[in-house]
């Protein structure tokens, strides 16, 4: 069954500091591996987008790595913000799902940033 | 900078009752879809819609749920006799081309059965 598993659950840093998330996928044939911001009771909102082609993008503080081998994925923010307390979901698309990009989610890991 | 809008923000209907959750897609997109995210659990997908037809749709997607785009500018799901379990927040998203295309989501919708 195609599933997406996060770690850690949830996570507190302090402000200024870096993190990073996991993501392990089992998603096969594998399309494109998506991270997501979600703030509470809001919708996600595109973080990044990978293709097995790529192992590493970038946007602004947040830089992806995606493993397509070992099917992981990590997020890593830089000097925290407490703005960036929020979830943060690994979304994996499967190859050839009806070709309209459905996309299976991870439960997320939630993050707080504290001063 | 363009969005999708959803409408109401929070429904709360009795049990048995048809429910009808409203989204305006982004004007030049192509491709629409229907999530779920019950409290506390994750993003589930519901349905895919494409040239005014289903593409794809979930085994959630039982025959409780449709979907239409009735005016060219809306896209609505329909739930014609909510259950308590369909209490979750519903999201809309699309985006121009399917595939390595980044979705754009709404608010959600809260929809809480009684």
């Known amino acids: 069954k195609n599933q997406v598993e996060q770690s850690p659950q949830s996570l507190i840093i302090l402000e200024g500091k870096n993190c990073t998330l996991q993501?392990?996928?089992?998603?096969?044939?594998?399309?494109?591996l998506r991270w997501y911001k979600q703030d509470t009771g809001r919708g996600p909102v595109s973080l990044t987008i990978?293709?097995?082609s790529e192992n590493t993008k970038s946007n602004g503080r947040y830089t992806a790595t995606l493993d397509a081998d070992t099917k992981q994925s990590s997020l890593h923010i830089t000097a925290s913000q407490l703005s960036d307390s929020a979830s943060y979901i690994c979304?994996?698309?499967?190859w050839g799902s009806g070709s309209q990009g459905n996309l299976i989610f991870g439960k997320g890991t939630k993050l707080s940033v504290k001063p | 900078e363009p969005e999708v809008t959803q409408t109401p923000s929070h429904q709360v209907t009795q049990m048995g009752q048809e429910v009808i959750l409203r989204c305006v897609p982004i004007?030049?997109?192509?491709?629409f879809y229907w999530y779920r995210q019950i409290l506390g659990q994750k993003v589930e997908f519901l349905v895919s819609?494409?040239?005014?037809?289903?593409?794809?749709k979930s085994e959630i997607f039982d025959d409780q749920f449709s979907v239409e785009r009735p005016d060219g500018s809306n896209f609505t799901l329909k739930i014609r006799s909510t259950k308590l379990e369909d209490s979750a927040m519903y999201f809309c998203?699309?985006?121009?081309?399917?595939?390595?295309?980044?979705?754009?989501f709404g608010p959600g919708t809260r929809l809480t059965v009684l």
């Open positions: 004007s030049n997109h192509l491709y």
């Open positions: 819609f494409y040239n005014n037809e289903i593409s794809e």
């Open positions: 979304v994996v698309s499967e």
């Open positions: 993501c392990n996928y089992t998603v096969s044939p594998f399309s494109n």
């Open positions: 998203a699309s985006n121009v081309l399917a595939g390595v295309n980044e979705q754009f």
């Open positions: 990978m293709t097995f």
